[in-house]
């Protein structure tokens, strides 16, 4: 069934399709094309039979004779375009052994792979661009001569039965062993998993894919000398496929004839499930409008490098909003969940997760209607937006209207004009550190981030011990709605370290929301962004229910959501066309298509066989949590793009050789800001480098020192992960600023 489902999605989207019915024991292709009348004027057999009786590789009459017969085996079109011909297993209407077999056709005279360099001359000389043979279930003499070729993309489709799933898993291995892919050169070879159902199924289906993605792993063979060595297991994560597809009804009781078949296909949507295991990519379609566009490569690639190196640091571009907004997931939700009522939540993410820039947006609209607004979105609720803390490094020149970001904004909320400043409020929190009486008290503390938000608020700043922080927030609120917002709290604090500053945290964390929430109509919000490795330091106790509770709104990227990412780039960039559609409303292959013209549709050439590029990118900048930081999303773009000006390959922005140098560029600057971040995380890293010259990935702890804490922290991080084995692998983000090579599995040279 996917096979029929995939030659019919092929050649319904203009591919000239060959489908061969190979199964000579259960021909159910064959039977299906019969039932529906279909001509029969040669079949697989007969291929055989003639491919039999040649002599000296000359395949001309067997080349003629099938061509002069396929025509009355159309089922989809005919000539040109969007063509479908079906060459059944036999004419013979009764079940019977073949007559000629194909091992037969291994003679010492022939090549090891005459069968299937034989069908693909005949297909090409019949003008199909794409052959998919339908094969035995298991391994047999049947099926061997087509396996054993690795320049044939094999697909095992099995259930989730452990005999099904297992005996699957030992055929791929086994081929791996005697046929293996050659990395870049040899088709990847996929699995599906189907037959499951969705409701019951779903952890059962996942753990098969992730078996199978190791044994499709095993297949995958590096030649001596292979440039793509130190990529190989980076690569082939990107290369092999494992899909899934869910059980349908439909397929308990099929029809007899083809067109009655395909219709239920059609209907399942099994052609859709199983689309990326064609052996080409489909032509690129236009995306959007091209309007404004620029035509040459060299200027759209330097827009694109200049558009991203102003968001690698984006806290640094000022506050009038021309970077853009990309409303994300986490960002429709915060908005969402708070259309009636002001937030009063906590943003966790880790550094370079975009907290700053959300912060800097938030900023720049002045009031939460207005950022609902630029996010497309309406709230019925509004205040005007007083950040309390702002980071250091933020950019405080004046906008091209005249404001000049978070002291304007505190100066709209103050009467008079004149808010408080933020070394202001720095100065009460500092005098509150340097406090002997009280420093560690919760209660003082939830007075003191209230103080600084009252006269971020536009109270007048008062001594402490005259200052009723309460009354005066009150006061406030019963004269306008105000929505604080805190970042940059890392250079408040500096050094993750003293009582004093875990509980001045956790006070504004836990007790400062409780405290707003208390308030009658919610006339204050607040919004804190605050890294992940802060909150998990500063909360001891209830860290999984405080980290749960906002977890809806924290700012996390997966391969979906980093791509989007890097559309969205290339989009504002103006290096490549905008969709018809709403960024958040496509779906992850309308946004591969959309990425084609950045990076082409693989790290090589279209018709090549090397790794998707839509997988290969978040796959090289994701850590071993499955996520993928917003900041190493858009600078990987400005070093590809950066590397890429001058390149004579015109059909894509950044070409393959640069992507994967800008992969290492980015490991560095990761690595390097890592231990700005996490002092302990970085001295783990530190540590794990000095190994890296001796030793080879994946290793055991002893091999590199590490112990159990290590191990947990670098594990939590996403930063290790171990296999099967009890070995350890670094991510690629990871992997390269530290200096480690990976051992593959025996290298093969092809003869």
Not at 60 to 75: A, E, H, K, W
Not at 339 to 353: D, F, H, I, N, Y
Not at 499 to 514: C, G, H, I, S, Y
Not at 739 to 750: D, E, L, S, Y
Request: charged share 25%; glycine share 8%; with cysteine.
């Amino acid at each position: 069934m996917h096979a029929v489902a995939l030659a019919d999605h092929l050649a319904r989207l203009g591919r000239r399709v060959l489908l061969i019915d190979a199964d000579l024991e259960a021909p159910g292709i064959t039977w299906m094309h019969q039932a529906q009348g279909g001509t029969c004027d040669i079949g697989y057999e007969d291929v055989l039979a003639l491919l039999h009786g040649t002599t000296g590789g000359d395949l001309s009459s067997v080349v003629d004779i099938v061509r002069d017969c396929l025509p009355g085996q159309y089922v989809l079109g005919g000539t040109g375009p969007g063509t479908l011909a079906i060459l059944p297993a036999t004419r013979r209407s009764r079940l019977g052994p073949p007559r000629i077999e194909p091992v037969d056709l291994l003679t010492p005279d022939r090549s090891d792979y005459f069968l299937t360099e034989s069908l693909a001359a005949v297909a090409a000389a019949a003008d199909f661009d794409v052959v998919i043979v339908d094969l035995r279930a298991g391994a047999s003499e049947l099926s061997a001569p087509v396996l054993l070729d690795p320049r044939v993309q094999r697909v095992f489709v099995t259930t989730l039965s452990s005999q099904s799933l297992d005996g699957t898993v030992r055929m791929i291995r086994q081929l791996g062993a005697k046929a293996p892919a050659l990395l870049g050169r040899d088709p990847a070879p996929a699995a599906v998993v189907t037959q499951y159902r969705m409701d019951v199924h779903d952890a059962d289906a996942e753990a098969a894919r992730h078996v199978l993605a190791q044994a499709l792993d095993d297949v995958l063979g590096v030649t001596e000398g292979d440039e793509h060595e130190l990529e190989f297991e980076l690569d082939s994560q990107a290369v092999t496929v494992a899909l899934v597809s869910p059980f349908r009804d439909e397929l308990i009781a099929l029809p007899r004839s083809w067109d009655d078949v395909v219709d239920v296909v059609r209907r399942c949507g099994l052609g859709d499930r199983v689309a990326e295991l064609a052996p080409q990519p489909l032509p690129a379609e236009a995306v959007g409008d091209q309007a404004d566009v620029p035509t040459s490569v060299e200027e759209r690639r330097g827009a694109l490098r200049e558009r991203a190196a102003s968001l690698v640091f984006a806290e640094r571009t000022g506050l009038d909003g021309a970077l853009g907004f990309l409303s994300t997931e986490p960002l429709q939700r915060l908005i969402g969940d708070h259309r009636s009522s002001l937030p009063v939540t906590v943003v966790v993410g880790a550094k370079g997760a975009g907290k700053t820039f959300t912060f800097a947006r938030m900023c720049a609209a002045g009031t939460w209607s207005d950022f609902a607004r630029k996010a497309r979105m309406r709230v019925m609720d509004d205040a005007l937006v007083v950040p309390v803390l702002d980071p250091a490094n933020l950019d405080q020149q004046p906008t091209g209207d005249g404001r000049t970001g978070p002291q304007d904004l505190r100066d709209r909320a103050a009467a008079g004009g004149r808010g408080a400043t933020r070394s202001q409020i720095l100065r009460v929190l500092n005098d509150a550190l340097r406090s002997a009486d009280g420093s560690t008290d919760s209660y003082v503390w939830l007075n003191v981030w209230l103080r600084c938000m009252a006269i971020a608020g536009g109270s007048e700043a008062a001594p402490a011990d005259d200052f009723d922080a309460e009354r005066e927030l009150l006061a406030l609120g019963g004269q306008r709605k105000l929505l604080f917002v805190f970042d940059g709290l890392e250079d408040f604090l500096q050094e993750l370290e003293g009582e004093a500053k875990r509980v001045a945290l956790r006070t504004l964390l836990v007790e400062v929301p409780d405290w707003l929430r208390s308030l009658r109509g919610r006339p204050l919000g607040v919004v804190v962004f605050v890294r992940r490795d802060l909150a998990t330091w500063a909360i001891r106790q209830n860290l999984g229910q405080f980290l749960d509770r906002y977890e809806a709104y924290a700012l996390r990227w997966d391969a979906q959501e980093a791509l989007r990412l890097a559309l969205w780039v290339a989009v504002t960039a103006r290096a490549v066309a905008k969709p018809d559609r709403e960024l958040m409303e496509l779906s992850y292959e309308d946004i591969a298509q959309a990425l084609r013209p950045v990076w082409g549709a693989k790290l090589g050439s279209d018709s090549s066989h090397e790794a998707w590029s839509e997988r290969w990118v978040p796959a090289a900048l994701a850590d071993f949590n499955n996520q993928v930081q917003a900041r190493d999303v858009v600078r990987f773009l400005r070093q590809a793009a950066d590397l890429s000006a001058g390149d004579e390959q015109t059909d894509r922005l950044l070409v393959p050789i640069a992507m994967r140098d800008a992969l290492a560029m980015c490991s560095s600057e990761k690595v390097k800001e890592i231990g700005q971040e996490n002092k302990r995380l970085g001295e783990l890293l530190r540590g794990l480098e000095r190994y890296a010259p001796e030793v080879l990935i994946p290793f055991s702890a002893e091999d590199v020192g590490l112990d159990a804490p290590g191990i947990a922290a670098l594990v939590e991080a996403g930063a290790l992960a171990r296999d099967s084995d009890g070995r350890y692998r670094l991510p690629e983000i990871y992997r390269h600023a530290l200096g480690f090579r990976t051992q593959g599995r025996a290298r093969v040279v092809r003869r």
